[in-house]
């Protein structure tokens, strides 16, 4: 109560001040119209007692009727102009004045919505829902692989032989690169392969993976997700495959030249889509117990 009064700026901004303004304007208008109505009946009872009962202006008639009766009818219809004015003109200027000023405050604030809008979408620039396409376009989705001549990939969730020039090739080719693999896959890795981006595909919605690794429910976002690589990786296995084999634009395969028992396989190459680029073969050796192939396939 004996604070120090604080130094406030109000709050309202100038259309709102306007607003105030017309209100308390208004009110006055009404208070005077009361107070002429008041005076011109004190006015009209003066002006009749002055003349009939102090005699003034007792002989000044126009047309027979005495002046007090015209100055009373000329100040009644002043009154009536006045009335006229505050609820008829003054009313229907207001409804306008209001109008225009709703209309100025809804285009100030279609034009804040505007500017927010443009400031959102910048900050945080939706995906582009073409995204997709412009991976396809502008980077080189590869399938990496290695299969026997009947196509086996592996067994058990493991693959079935080890060959280390492959796994080699493999490190060197995919360095530095997004990885894309089905859920199965990748837990068939003791722990997630250095220098490159896991992105994991599977349907469980609270998929935990180590932190760092992608995961992702669909093959469109793990592509989405690779969008900045110019060469992202599809590594397996047969399912993520098999969905991959359109979408891609070249196959590295190694080829193992003999047949295995598996559970699973990778699709066959169409040859009529797929055009061998090169080949180079390697023969067994202590290290390697099968012979095998690198084969790079680009799409015809
Ligand atoms: N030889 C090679 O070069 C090579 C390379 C890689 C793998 N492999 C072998 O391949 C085998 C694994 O392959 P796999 O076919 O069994 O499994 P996978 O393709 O690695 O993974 C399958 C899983 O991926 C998820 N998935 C598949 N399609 C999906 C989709 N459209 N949307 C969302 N999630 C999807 C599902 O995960 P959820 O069940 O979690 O939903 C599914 O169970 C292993 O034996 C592995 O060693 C071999």
Excluded: C
């Excluded at 004996?2 to 607003?19: C, S």
């Excluded at 080829?255 to 061998?276: L, M, Q």
């Amino acid at each position: 109560m004996f604070g120090k009064k604080k130094n406030t700026i109000p709050e309202i901004d100038k259309e709102q001040l306007e607003l105030l303004k017309t209100a308390q304007e208004r009110m006055k208008q009404k208070k005077r119209l009361y107070a002429h109505f008041v005076i011109f009946l004190i006015g009209s009872v003066f002006l009749i007692l002055a003349n009939t009962a102090l005699g003034i202006g007792k002989d000044v008639t126009f047309f027979n009727i005495d002046w007090f009766v015209y100055a009373i009818a000329i100040w009644l219809f002043l009154l009536i102009y006045h009335v006229f004015n505050v609820f008829i003109t003054s009313k229907l200027l207001s409804s306008k004045w209001e109008e225009k000023q709703l209309n100025l405050m809804v285009s100030k604030q279609k034009q804040r919505i505007a500017e927010l809008k443009t400031q959102v979408e910048k900050d945080f620039p939706l995906p582009e829902k073409k995204s997709l396409k412009a991976t396809s376009k502008n980077s080189e989705i590869t399938i990496i692989v290695a299969a026997g001549e009947n196509n086996a990939i592996g067994k058990d969730n493991q693959l079935i032989w080890h060959l280390s020039d492959d796994l080699k090739r493999f490190k060197n080719l995919t360095n530095g690169h997004h990885i894309i693999m089905g859920r199965k896959t990748f837990e068939s890795f003791p722990k997630p392969l250095p220098n490159r981006t896991h992105i994991v595909i599977t349907r469980q919605e609270n998929y935990q993976a180590p932190s760092g690794v992608i995961v992702v429910n669909n093959l469109e976002d793990a592509l989405d997700a690779s969008r900045t690589d110019k060469q992202p990786f599809i590594i397996g296995g047969g399912e993520i495959y098999k969905q991959a084999l359109n979408l891609a634009d070249k196959l590295e395969i190694t080829r193992v030249h003999a047949n295995f028992e598996a559970d699973t396989f990778f699709p066959e190459i169409d040859t009529s889509i797929w055009k061998e680029v090169t080949k180079t073969r390697h023969q067994k050796d202590d290290k390697h117990v099968y012979d095998f192939s690198f084969i790079t396939y680009i799409k015809n």
